[in-house]
């Protein structure tokens, strides 16, 4: 397992200890069996990205806690220079740089996803809000629910979140910005 991925995950266990947050009342809350929730906090399984924001509302704290393990500081703006994102390897072939992760109550979830090309289909997400991807170097297949679309420099896609969707990269290695709205609000 990736060292980041173990490290949320222990954050995500330690943070609802302390709460005294029941675990099978947080699995409810996000939408997944016991023994999937226990998969996340143990590490086995990747906690995605949509489910660590619904558990860090459920948890009353910024998902910058979560994924840093700090809180976010910035009021009136945050200013992220080239390369100094917050990055996260979520599996295998599969990064994102958070663009926004100091800014204090941010509505929007600004990221660069970087993906290793792929004829592999990942597993499908889900999650409120809304979400944005625009194509910035290579050649992006987004899967949502039964149709698939091939997005290519400059092309964008505005949809709804809550169909099951995924993103692969076709050919050569690809950037996509997603700007995703989960409805965070606490």
Known sequence: MIPQVEQIAARVR???????????????????????????????????????????????????????GDEPRMVDYTLVRQGNGLEVERYAGYKFTSLAYNYIDREMEPMIVT?????????????????????????????????????????SIYFNPSIPHSQRAIGTVSKFLTVINENMKR
């Not at 699995?27 to 906690?47: C, F, H, L, Q, S």
């Not at 809304?130 to 170097?137: G, P, R």
């Open 115 to 155: 993906l290793d090309p792929t004829d592999e289909h990942h597993e499908p997400v889900t999650h409120t809000g809304q979400e944005f991807n625009m194509v910035l170097e290579g050649t992006v297949a987004v899967c949502l629910g039964d149709h698939e679309y091939i997005l290519r420099a400059g092309d």
């Open 14 to 68: 330690e943070l609802r200890d302390i709460l005294d947050i029941d675990a099978d009342m947080l699995a409810e809350k996000i939408g997944v069996t016991r023994e999937t929730y226990d998969e996340y906090e143990n590490a086995k399984t990747d906690i995605p990205v949509g489910k660590l924001y619904l558990i860090a509302t459920e948890m009353g704290v910024d998902p910058t806690v979560l994924l840093l």
